[in-house]
């Protein structure tokens, strides 16, 4: 009981702050908005020109990838506020508060988990312009997948975050981490035919099993499917539950 | 059980090779405001961590309310409030969204939350911002709001790491007697660390602390008894002159200051003056007399003062950190 009131309060910190950030709840629309409209406009186009059709269609193919970016971007930037938060104090103001390290690491996540899904289902305004089909019983399978899957971009932050002191490290994760992470999901490309060492690669990817979930609830089985919905869903958990064991155990460890 | 509500016993703490905290021991008692008093770097901040369960020691043996550091973490928590030398505070939200955040974390009755909240804001005068976000606050509030907070649970002891550092003199005073008032109607044990000798006159008793080492434990006034001597500070038209007489006449060792100042101590500086004015062979041109502080308590036991001390590279990072963020 005394354990969940501290969960909630600190979730509620991480929802609270999103909302009050209209900047940066509108500014986050940019990026997703420019892949859609700019790059997969362009690569529709490139793709009737060099063969075989089938450019609406890869506007659709690319939706649930571009959700699945947003989500990325999000939850994990919202898993880096940690360092902030250890750079400004206020994380030793709740280190030093009888609330257990586990569940301070999973008000984190949750809260940021969820301002990523509701980042994530923002982009589904975009689906009118660019006649993507959805329904509301796609939207509503949808949900559960975003928040599955920014669970799990969170849990590798908030672990990465644990044991980064300052901010100088995140631009080497977002380059090395987060970047090859996106582009070795299926957002962009479909996985298959690949060369061995990146068909590695995206076995290890924890998004690729969200994007592939997300593709599958809201476009059915018309593009390739790497795995059936419910073998996402079990990894992710696995990935969730073994991540944030060992973000509780690095933030247990006193200096 | 003796009243010691904090016991230390041979604590050690290194950093790599640095030792920070080098065997030190004292006692806190119940209901006490117990200072700790030394310059930047002495290990001040590191003692209070380790007590608060944020630090781990190398050895020795620290106690809470009998509970100890390193077995009972989480009863330590419970029953203690800090406010830490740098800001700790979150500034996207407003005054009362910080303690309602402190208040669920420290499990406060849900019922009692509000009317807490009230209570302490009052205490500190902060009832009527409130509601405004904590990034418009000046420094002073900000740290009124960060001792309110650490008092909503109620806490057994309350540490303040250098609560007043980088703060006007006015508000400075505030704090002091809010600190006070605290103590008097709270009845709670205050811990508070220092380098203002100003400040340290407010606790019951000190420990002055250099290079990691308690170099002196006792109260304000018996420490200052141990130097117990009124300092004479005196300029002159031929300081040199002066000085011999002085030193060969009157038997004091003197020191000459930079700013070419003659310093001394006498037994009595109210009975010595007029005697020295009058039979003084050169033209003084200022005299000063004033009671020993713990400065000249501090300089007495290191040979160097307390404020001059060198501040390292990190601690002035932090101060500039804790400007930019404050004002
Ligand atoms: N995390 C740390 N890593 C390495 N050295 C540290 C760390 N924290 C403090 N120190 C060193 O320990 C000594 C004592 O520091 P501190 O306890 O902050 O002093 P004070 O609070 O009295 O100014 C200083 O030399 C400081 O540089
Ligand atoms: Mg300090």
């Known amino acids: 009981m005394k354990e969940l009131a501290g969960i909630y309060i600190i979730w509620l910190r991480d929802v609270k702050k999103f909302f009050r950030d209209k900047p940066r709840i509108i500014g986050s629309l940019a990026q997703p908005a420019i892949f859609l409209f700019i790059l997969g406009s362009g690569l529709a186009i490139s793709f009737q020109v060099f063969g075989g059709g089938g450019g609406k269609d890869y506007l659709e193919f690319m939706f649930p990838g571009i959700i699945g970016m947003t989500i990325l971007f999000t939850s994990f930037f919202s898993a880096m506020s940690i360092i902030w938060d250890r750079e400004f104090g206020f994380l030793k103001e709740v280190l030093v508060s009888p609330l257990s390290r586990a569940s301070i690491v999973i008000g984190k996540n949750l809260g940021g988990s969820t301002v990523a899904m509701i980042q994530g289902s923002i982009i589904l305004i975009f689906s009118p312009i660019l006649k993507i089909p959805i329904t509301v019983v796609s939207i509503l399978k949808l ?25 100088q ?17 299926g957002a962009l490309f479909p996985l298959v035919d690949l060369p061995k060492w990146m068909a590695y690669l995206v076995i290890i990817n924890p998004l690729s099993y969200g994007i592939d979930a997300m593709r599958t609830v809201m476009l059915g089985n018309s593009y390739p499917q790497l795995h059936p919905l419910y073998i996402n869903v079990i990894v992710l958990s696995a990935i969730i539950i073994v991540i944030t064991f060992i973000g509780i155990l690095l933030f247990n460890k006193q200096e | 059980m003796s009243n010691n509500i904090i016991e230390v016993k041979n604590l050690v703490k ?8 080098d065997n030190i021991s004292f006692s806190v008692k119940e209901g006490e405001i117990f200072g700790f008093l030394g310059p930047n770097g002495a290990g001040k901040t590191t003692t209070i961590n380790i007590i608060c369960t944020l630090l781990s020691l190398n050895s020795g043996d620290v106690t809470l309310c009998g509970y100890n550091v390193l077995k009972d973490k989480n009863k330590i928590r419970n029953c203690i409030g800090l406010v830490f030398q740098d800001p700790s505070l ?16 420290y499990n406060v009755p849900r019922k009692l939350i509000k009317k807490r909240c009230e209570e302490v804001l009052e205490t500190v005068d902060l009832t009527n911002r409130k509601n405004d976000l904590v990034r418009t606050f000046s420094g002073g509030m900000r740290r009124r709001l960060e001792i309110a907070r650490g008092l909503i649970h109620y806490p057994k002891i309350l540490f303040l790491d250098e609560p007043t550092i980088g703060l006007d003199p006015q508000t400075r005073h505030k ?52 130097v ?53 062979p050169v033209k003084i041109t200022s005299i ?40």
């Open chain 2, 228 to 280: 117990g001597m009124d300092i004479i500070i005196i300029s002159s038209k031929d300081n040199n002159k002066l000085k011999f007489y002085i030193e060969k006449k009157l038997n004091k060792k003197v020191e000459i200051h930079e700013d070419d100042n003659i310093k001394f101590e006498v037994k009595n500086s109210s009975n010595f003056i007029p005697d020295f004015i009058k039979n003084c």
């Open chain 2, 175 to 226: 704090i002091w007697d809010y600190i006070i008032k605290l103590k008097k109607n709270q009845n709670i044990t205050i811990f508070l660390t220092t380098h203002y000798i100003e400040e340290s006159e407010i606790c019951n008793r000190i420990a002055i602390i250099d290079r990691g080492k308690i170099i002196a434990f006792d109260t304000p006034e018996a420490l200052k008894d141990m």
């Open chain 2, 90 to 105: 979150d500034d996207r939200l407003t005054a009362m969204e910080n303690l309602n955040f402190h208040s669920l974390l």
């Open chain 1, 169 to 185: 490290g995140f631009q080497v994760l977002t380059n090395f981490i987060l970047m090859p992470m996106f582009f070795l999901s």
């Open chain 2, 14 to 21: 290194k950093f790599n090779n640095i030792t920070a905290v």
């Open chain 2, 288 to 327: 000063n007399a004033r009671k020993s502080t713990l400065n000249d308590v501090f300089l007495n036991l290191t040979g160097r003062e307390i404020r001059e001390e060198y501040m390292n590279a990190k601690d002035n990072f932090k101060l500039k950190m804790r400007f930019r963020t404050r004002m």
């Open chain 1, 143 to 167: 949900l559960p997948i975003m928040f599955l899957t920014a669970m799990v971009i969170s849990s590798l932050g908030i672990t990465l975050a644990a044991r980064l002191k300052t901010m």
